[in-house]
C-alpha cells in the first residue's frame, strides 16, 4: 500500500510558474514507476507526465511538453512536476499516481494502482 499526498497547487497567472510535490509513504518508493494526472472541470483524467523507477525514463503528453519536467528524489520519496510558461488551459486537479507491480512508466490512466488526493491549479489569463 502507497500513500500520495500532493501539494504546491493554488492560483497562478498564465507565464507563470509552479512546482507540485508528491510526497510517497512507501519504504518501496524507488520501485514504482511514477505519473502525473490532470482532471480539468467537466472533463476526464488525462496523462500528463511520468518516470520510470530508476528515473531513466521519461515520458509527456504532447500538451505540456517543453514546459513540464517530472523528476523524482528517492532519499526523500518525493515526485515533482516543474510546470512553467502555464497557460489557462492548464487549469485543473493534478494528481500523482504509482504504478505496482511493473515499474515501467506509462500514459496509460489504468496502469497506475495507487492516487493522491489531488491538488487543484488555476491559471488566471
Known amino acids: 500500500q502507497v500513500q500520495l499526498v500532493e501539494s504546491g497547487g493554488g492560483l497562478v497567472q498564465a507565464g507563470d510558474s509552479l512546482r507540485l510535490s508528491c510526497a510517497a509513504s512507501a519504504r518501496t518508493f524507488g520501485t514504482y514507476a511514477m505519473g502525473w494526472f490532470r482532471q480539468a472541470p467537466g472533463k476526464g483524467r488525462t496523462f500528463i507526465a511520468s518516470?520510470?523507477?530508476?528515473?531513466?525514463?521519461?515520458y509527456y503528453a504532447d500538451s505540456v511538453k517543453g514546459r513540464f519536467t517530472i523528476s523524482r528524489e528517492y532519499a526523500q520519496n518525493m515526485l515533482y512536476l516543474q510546470m512553467d510558461s502555464l497557460k489557462p488551459e492548464d487549469t485543473a486537479v493534478y494528481y500523482c499516481?504509482?504504478?505496482?507491480?511493473?515499474?515501467?512508466?506509462?500514459?496509460?490512466?489504468?496502469?497506475?494502482?495507487?492516487w493522491g488526493q489531488g491538488t487543484q491549479i488555476t491559471v488566471s489569463s
Open positions: 499516481a504509482a504504478r505496482h507491480f511493473v515499474p515501467v512508466a506509462t500514459m496509460a490512466l489504468e496502469d497506475y494502482t495507487y
Open positions: 518516470i520510470n523507477w530508476n528515473g531513466g525514463n521519461t
